[in-house]
């Protein structure tokens, strides 16, 4: 089955760029996923990416997906404190979504 | 806001007492989804539904079972609640392009 990893923490200043980074084993999944989620909230569908994409750009978000090396990114421009939370990668497996660990981001001022 | 919602939003109970959970939506959306959120294990699928009446386990199912009697409803419930099924519980919903929205979350405690 899939799996999906994703580097545990990171931790960045305010006004800095946020790199958040997830590579997976397989998947035909058509769209990949960013998640966010603040404490003590559920998930928020953040943005997605069509898989024969490679890169979507949405405000200050921007998606890269390299599908030879299965890596997803996720670039966060002029972070701000507001943007603490953790962030989940996902991707389509067999009738469900596979999640990766997630990534907690700080941002310090 | 994806129209879903979770009932209750916090709940504390004894071992070997049932619990239900309610998730309702108002978007219509054919496939939902329970799962649960433990420090070190992320996400986990408990179950899902596909329509009324049509449902089917996910990764960590045991001591749960579902029901789904209408498109805006579907219920998790704890036969005989243990100390292992405190957790926070979260219920979606599928899109069109399979992306999930989730609900608010559900904090239970077994004591």
């Known amino acids: 089955g899939e799996d999906v990893e994703q580097s545990l923490f990171l931790s960045v200043r305010e006004g800095d760029s946020s790199v958040i980074n997830c590579t997976y084993t397989d998947s035909s999944s058509t769209y990949l996923y960013w998640y966010k989620q603040e404490p003590g909230a559920g998930l928020q569908l953040l943005t997605y990416i069509f898989s024969n994409m490679d890169m979507k750009q949405d405000q200050r978000l921007t998606v890269l997906l390299n599908k030879k090396d299965k890596h997803l990114s996720l670039r966060i421009a002029d972070t701000q404190t507001g943007d603490s939370a953790i962030y989940f990668c996902a991707l389509k497996g067999f009738q469900k979504l596979v999640f990766g660990t997630g990534t907690r981001l700080l941002v310090s001022p | 806001d994806a129209g879903i919602t979770q009932s209750p939003r916090h709940k504390v109970t004894e071992t070997g007492t049932p619990v239900t959970l309610r998730c309702h939506q108002t978007?219509?959306?054919?496939?939902m989804y329970w799962y649960r959120q433990d420090p070190g294990h992320g996400l986990r699928l408990i179950h899902y539904s596909y329509g009324v009446k049509d449902t089917d386990k996910g990764e960590v199912s045991d001591g749960y079972s579902v029901s789904r009697s209408k498109t805006e409803d579907f219920l998790l419930t704890l036969e005989s609640a243990t100390s292992s099924q405190t957790s926070v519980y979260f219920c979606?919903?599928?899109?069109?392009?399979?992306?999930?929205?989730f609900g608010p979350g559900t904090r239970l405690t077994v004591t």
């Open positions: 978007e219509n959306h054919r496939y």
């Open positions: 979606a919903i599928s899109g069109d392009r399979d992306e999930q929205y």
